[in-house]
């Protein structure tokens, strides 16, 4: 659970540590006590749903969360879902149906693609926001209703109030709080801790496929990548490979296959990984007798550690990877003449993560 939310009890459904999540988040538990309005902004895929779980969550009402897709369903069919019917108020009501709005009492409504919505409807949500009532259709009794709205859009409301597609009062509405949700490049440093959540679905999923195992390499490839479809896209990359690779490890190149050649390649970035590979691999780095190790190579067999781990010797974890980390490091550096700037595009990281990086590893005088 991330520190931000350390004081609520709840599973947190948002992965990652990065700048943006964690300003998103602490936005999130700002708003998820008070009883306001909130329109979560972002990319299709960015995982904008995940904003109207951590509030509902957080805010501790009882009612359920109900969730509706504006785009999703039919606009002659729409209203009905939202308020409900009465019994013969339409041909195919054969009988009357709580709608999705009194379906939330007690808890949360999730409107997701809001700006999808029909003008018509919008007026009726507009005053169902104000008066706390609903009216089924075909009904002229108002049903008293308390919910708390959390919206979600990928489109430009103002964009859309402009050009007479959206009510602008409805989007002041809506937007007493807004929350931005960062789209998968703005959060490439999170890439590693998403792949480990969705391997853990997938593991516990009902696809049968088994998890691809990441390279350092590779992992390092899937954060050059601009992944427009954000971490829908992610998912169903991942999906794709666990199918292709059959159980083999996933090196970069195989990335590059599996994305179909949308990673743009610089020649010196294609001579970084061959210098990565090219680096020596010492499988008996583990010394049975010693539970501290050095690990001198990028990587270690599966059935050493295995046999290491049996014994009941320590396999420091840690250790392991600040090590791939320092060779890496010292390598972007060499190739790229001690330039920071340099090495740091090369690695796909901030300038100031590189240098405390060098600094950590005493690598200042290269």
Known sequence: MNAVFKNIKFINPIVGSSPAIKQMQSDLLDCAPYNVNVLATGPTG????????????????????VSVNCAAIPKDLLEAELFGHEKGAFTDAISRRVGRIE?????TLFLDEIGDMPLDLQAKLLRIIEARVVTRVGSNTETP????????????????????????????????????????????????????????????????????????CAQAELMRYDWPGNVRE????????????????????????????????????????????????????????????????????????????????????????????SDIVKIALEMCGGNTAEAAKLMALKRTTLIAKIHKYNLVDL
């Open 46 to 65: 960015a995982g904008k749903e995940l904003v109207a779980q951590v509030i509902h969550l957080a805010s501790g009402r009882k009612g359920p969360l």
């Open 103 to 107: 379906q939330a009492e007690g808890g």
């Open 145 to 216: 209703v308390d919910f708390r709205l959390v919206c979600a859009t990928h489109q430009d409301l103002e964009a859309k109030v402009a050009l007479g597609q959206f009510r602008e009062d409805l989007m002041y509405r809506l937007s007493v709080f807004v929350v931005r949700v960062p789209s998968l490049k703005e959060r490439l440093q999170d890439i590693p801790e998403l792949v480990e959540k969705i391997s853990q679905q997938m593991e516990t999923g009902d696809t049968g496929l088994v998890p691809p195992r990441f390279e350092l």
């Open 234 to 325: 992610l998912k169903n990359f991942l999906q794709r490979a666990a199918v292709l690779s059959r159980g083999e490890p996933v090196e970069h190149l195989d990335i590059r296959r599996l994305l179909n050649g949308k990673i743009k390649v610089a020649e010196e970035q294609e001579t970084l990984w061959d210098a990565i590979e090219a680096l020596p691999k010492h499988e008996d780095s583990l010394d049975p007798e010693t539970p501290d190790y050095e690990a001198t190579g990028l990587s270690l067999s599966h059935e050493r550690i295995r046999e290491t781990l049996g014994a009941g010797q320590i396999f420091s974890l840690k250790e392991h990877l600040e090590k791939h980390e």
